[in-house]
């Protein structure tokens, strides 16, 4: 079994910084993709970034230049360094693992993290 667990998330005022970090646990051979997705209350999940093995991110037009995405392949972990956070950043922040294989021959899984809160507010 794979784990996603979330970590960083907090209140921050308007133009501030967090970093999320996302931890992939269990036995776990190669992941394809991690990245970053986001719901806000009423809203429907929303991609933020995503990042491919070979550490190549793609970010949603609406956070391109203030947020950095990267991976750790080594360590099964993925990060999301966010700046200038703006009032609509606001949102469950969760982690997403697409095409995880346990084993070399063993077919893929998608997982999900729990997700972490991020408030912006002054």
């Known amino acids: 079994q794979v784990h996603l667990v979330e970590s960083g998330g907090g209140l921050v005022q308007p133009g501030g910084s967090l970093t999320l970090s996302c931890v992939a646990s269990?036995?776990?051979?190669?992941?394809?993709?991690m990245g970053w997705y986001r719901q806000a209350p009423g809203r429907l999940r929303e991609l933020v970034a995503i990042?491919?093995?070979?550490?190549?991110?793609t970010y949603t037009n609406s956070v391109r230049g203030r947020f950095t995405a990267s991976r750790d392949i080594a360590k099964n972990t993925v990060y999301l360094q966010m700046n200038s956070l703006k009032p609509e950043d606001p949102a469950v922040y969760y982690c997403?693992?697409?095409?995880?294989?346990?084993?070399?021959?063993?077919?893929?899984?998608?997982?999900w993290g729990q997700g972490t809160q991020v408030t912006v507010s002054s």
């Open positions: 269990g036995t776990i051979y190669s992941i394809n993709v």
């Open positions: 997403n693992a697409v095409g995880v294989r346990t084993e070399p021959d063993a077919g893929w899984g998608d997982y």
């Open positions: 990042v491919t093995s070979g550490n190549r991110p």
